[in-house]
């Protein structure tokens, strides 16, 4: 078997990469870190130990990350308004101005109906929104804010840089990741041939 590379995280070793006789690459963690993983020894992933099925190397996933470590960063600020994470976006758009229809926010919030129905149904329910049939389509529905929805935009005011002073990250970078990530979340969209119904 031919060795071709030691497997390190930081400073911690973890094994070895080696060209087995078949030619299929094999990656080898050390009898100590097996012991810590429930004897483990091998982990037979083939090409993908730096192949494109490694996790370090998708797109997706540092994305993914980063909207959930999102949400949890926001829960303590929106718990004294009584939102949720995803009614925090409703109101967001909402706030920029009423009414609303649901195909609208839909298409700001890049949800379906079947989603965001329901974030809407529980704003009504809390007395942050109304829900009204459109005069002139009776098929839409339009939201609009109560004024108790519309006092609450003042104190969530203050939510996002307060968050983003806590970051060490300057304003700088958030604003050119905020545009980095709005240009791909476009391109996704413009190369989404399968939308939700």
């Known amino acids: 078997m031919r060795h071709f590379g030691v497997i ?7 094994g070895e990469r080696a060209m087995d006789p078949g030619g299929q690459k094999r990656c080898y ?6 012991a810590r993983h429930k004897g483990m020894t091998t982990l037979d992933t083939h090409d993908n130990c730096t192949g494109d099925l490694a996790l370090d190397r998708q797109v997706c996933f540092p994305l ?14 929106l718990g004294p308004l009584g939102l949720t ?12 101005g009423t009414p609303r229809s649901i195909g609208a926010l839909g298409e700001k919030l890049y949800l379906n109906s079947g989603t965001l ?20 389509d009776e098929r839409r529905v339009l939201v609009g804010l109560t004024e108790r929805g519309e006092a609450l935009r003042h104190a969530a005011a ?10 060490p990250i300057d304003l700088d970078q958030l604003a050119h990741l905020r545009e980095m990530v709005q240009h791909f979340v476009q391109v996704l969209h ?8």
């Open 29 to 34: 963690v050390s009898t100590r870190t097996a």
């Open 190 to 197: 413009a190369h989404d041939t399968h939308p939700d119904p």
């Open 158 to 167: 203050s939510i996002p840089g307060t968050l983003a002073a806590d970051l």
């Open 117 to 136: 129905t329901p974030l809407v149904k529980r704003l009504e329910a809390n007395g942050l929104v109304t829900r009204t049939r459109d005069i002139t």
């Open 8 to 14: 390190r995280v930081g400073s911690q070793y973890l």
């Open 85 to 96: 994470y995803p009614q925090y976006l409703v109101m967001l758009v909402l706030w920029e």
């Open 64 to 77: 993914y990350a980063a909207s959930n470590l999102m949400a949890r960063l926001y829960k303590p600020a």
